[in-house]
């Protein structure tokens, strides 16, 4: 696999992600989450865990917050359709869920096939009482993951932290 | 393959003679009336009632955060067909504390005892061998169970026993369905030992 530079933005991401005490980051693979997890792979303190569907993601980090640990789940938003019943844990067992949403089917997307899911992600997540920390731009980073991390670990709450394809820029084909 | 003899009543106080050693996840239905039954509900169990086919999921969050502690799920066939990509998932993160013990009665007892993938052709032995699971072992019949104890401690984990069982009965226990109460619990009990 090609392997380019670590963006600024995902070196900066992790490291609040790691000093908020994250250290499992579960993810079903995506361009745009793929230097974080490369990141969580090579860091002593952090390891990646590959799923094979996303809500696996929301159960791993049920059984992490029952040992007292901290996992993120990385997904690309077609993923987030695959976890709506998996959220019941978030709704009705109030566990603080941490979900990383890179988008397709929003901002510039060419593919038809990305924008059902992709412009149903925010709806979707509501309706399991996820809260949504959206970034649009760079600045947007740091505080909505500052607050995204305050929301889920400090106040029990379940999160989406949704990468827009404004920010993430849109896949060329 | 072999006609069952196993009462899953039986099952989980033969393969657990001391369940308070582990941490246990037990999915939704039969597979968590047994397990709550075996511990008499106790605060190392979280017991499932819904979100189908995390119980392995859970289970392997627990393994991995906890490293110093036997975890072990308790799933039933439905559950585990549901979401049966975690088998590889658990091969590829390969915990050294973790295992899984299927339930399988080959229905979905819960709802009126209809008819499973393996009561027809289906064997889960097999499928976790293929996802890369490092030991697996079937038992079927109550003069197994002592092998299948210690197949729970000795072969290196992860490790996936199937035990195709009976349709009969689950065991008798109503349990707290209160699934954030049962979060504060665990949690409680976890951070106090």
Not at chain 1, 47 to 55: G, H
Not at chain 2, 44 to 65: D, E, N, Q, S
Not at chain 2, 89 to 101: G, L, M
Not at chain 2, 157 to 180: C, E, I, K, M, Q
């Amino acid at each position: 696999m090609t392997e380019s530079k670590t963006p600024q933005w995902v070196e900066k991401l992790f490291t609040q992600l790691v000093d908020g005490g994250v250290t499992l980051f579960t993810h079903v693979p995506d361009a745009g989450n793929a230097a974080l997890i490369r990141l969580a792979q090579r860091h002593n303190e952090t390891s990646a865990v590959l799923l094979s569907t996303e809500e696996e993601g929301i159960g791993i980090s049920a059984g992490a917050d029952l040992v007292g640990g901290r996992s993120v789940v990385c997904m690309q938003s077609s993923g987030v359709g695959n976890c709506i019943n998996h959220l019941s844990l978030v709704k009705g067992g109030r566990f603080p869920v941490f979900l990383i949403v890179t988008m397709r089917g929003d901002y510039g997307e060419q593919n038809p096939w990305q924008y059902p899911m992709g412009q149903a992600v925010d709806t979707v997540l509501e309706a399991m009482g996820l809260l949504i920390f959206r970034v649009d731009t760079e600045e947007d980073l740091e505080v909505a993951t500052n607050a995204a991390l305050l929301a889920c670990f400090k106040a029990g709450e379940g999160v989406a932290l949704i990468l827009s394809q404004r920010f993430l820029g849109a896949k060329a084909f | 393959m072999t006609e069952s003899t196993l009462d899953r009543r039986e099952l989980l106080p033969k393969l657990f003679p001391n369940p308070a050693e582990y941490l246990m996840i037990s999915g939704l239905a039969g597979a968590s009336r047994d397990a709550a039954k075996l511990t008499s509900e106790a605060n190392y169990l979280y017991t499932m009632g819904g979100a189908m086919g995390a119980a392995v999921p859970i289970g392997l969050g627990m393994a991995l955060c906890a490293p110093d502690r036997k975890v072990a799920a308790i799933t039933g066939d439905g559950e585990l067909l549901m979401n049966i990509g975690c088998l590889a998932t658990t091969a590829t993160a390969a915990p050294k504390n973790f295992s899984i013990v299927c339930i399988d009665n080959g229905q979905h007892g819960e709802t009126g005892g209809q008819k499973g993938h393996t009561a027809e052709r289906t064997n889960l032995e097999i499928m976790a061998q293929g996802a890369g699971i490092a030991s697996t072992m079937t038992v079927c019949s109550p003069e197994e169970l002592e092998a299948a104890a210690r197949f729970l401690v000795e072969p290196p984990a992860p490790r996936f026993l199937w035990a195709r069982v009976l349709p009969g009965p689950p065991s008798d226990w109503t349990r707290n369905w209160h699934l954030a109460d049962c979060r504060v619990r665990f949690k409680d009990a976890f951070a106090r030992r």
